[in-house]
Nanobody, 124 residues
Framework: QVHLVESGGGLVQSGESLRLSCAASKIMLDDYGLGWFRQAPGKERETVAWASRSGGIPNYADSVKGRFTMSRDIAKNTVYLQMNSLKSEDTGIYYC?????????????????WGQGTQVTVSS
């Protein structure tokens, strides 16, 4: 059974940084399109960062562009989301996901495998 496990969430103050990790078992992440998503209470899920397989250059939502960086470590079979200059509006549950298709997918419906999520809370 495929597992994606996020970690690294927590409570930080506005302006601080966090790095989220997403480790995979049973699949090789570099063979999959990858995405980071977030959902705040009462809001729809938002795609934060997404990239195609095999080291595709990440794309970012305008709300995080210039502050968040998505990367992957093939040897560790892990994808990361470095989040800098955090704002209160970045608060939410963050999920990583993997897609079988060849493209970079912004649409969450394209993703087959999902992690359980990690909470990020930014206090102002």
């Amino acid at each position: 059974q495929v597992h994606l496990v996020e970690s690294g969430g927590g409570l930080v103050q506005s302006g601080e940084s966090l790095r989220l990790s997403c480790a995979a078992s049973k699949i090789m992440l570099d063979d999959y399109g990858l995405g980071w998503f977030r959902q705040a209470p009462g809001k729809e899920r938002e795609t934060v960062a997404w990239a195609s397989r095999s080291g595709g250059i990440p794309n970012y939502a305008d709300s995080v562009k210039g502050r968040f960086t998505m990367s992957r470590d093939i040897a560790k079979n892990t994808v990361y989301l470095q989040m800098n200059s955090l704002k209160s509006e970045d608060t939410g549950i963050y999920y990583c996901a993997a897609a079988l298709g060849p493209k970079a997918y912004r649409d969450s419906d394209e993703y087959e495998y999902w992690g359980q999520g990690t909470q990020v809370t930014v206090s102002s």
